[in-house]
């Protein structure tokens, strides 16, 4: 049975970093391509970043380029979510998630497997 769990989130000031992991077991996705999604109070859930099964190719949401930095260890099973300046919007509870598809385009990502999330709250 395919698990996702999330772990990092928490309660930081404007500003602030914080970096997610997302471990991956009961098969290996070193062919799969993975990502972040999010979803704030409120709001439908959104994509954040997704990063290729070779972990040399990135897709970033607008609202994050610059800021968040999507990485992978496939020896590890697990992706990781860099987050610098920290702003109160970023407020979210944020998912992992993983392709089924193997060997796609990064900018084809499309979620198949999720995670239970973390929540990242911004404060002001």
């Known amino acids: 049975q395919v698990q996702l769990v999330e772990s990092g989130g928490g309660l930081v000031q404007t500003g602030d970093s914080l970096r997610l992991s997302c471990a991956a077991s009961g098969r290996t996705f070193s062919s799969n391509a993975m990502g972040w999604f999010r979803q704030a109070p409120g709001k439908e859930r959104e994509f954040v970043a997704a990063?290729?099964?070779?972990?040399?190719?990135?897709n970033y949401a607008d609202f994050v380029k610059g800021r968040f930095t999507i990485s992978r260890d496939t020896a590890k099973n697990t992706v990781y979510l860099q987050m610098n300046s920290l702003k109160p919007e970023d407020t979210a509870v944020y998912f992992c998630?993983?392709?089924?598809?193997?060997?796609?385009?990064?900018?084809?990502?499309?979620?198949?497997?999720w995670g239970q999330g973390t929540q990242v709250t911004v404060s002001s």
């Open positions: 998630a993983v392709d089924r598809r193997s060997h796609t385009m990064v900018k084809l990502f499309t979620a198949g497997y």
């Open positions: 990063i290729s099964w070779t972990g040399t190719m990135t």
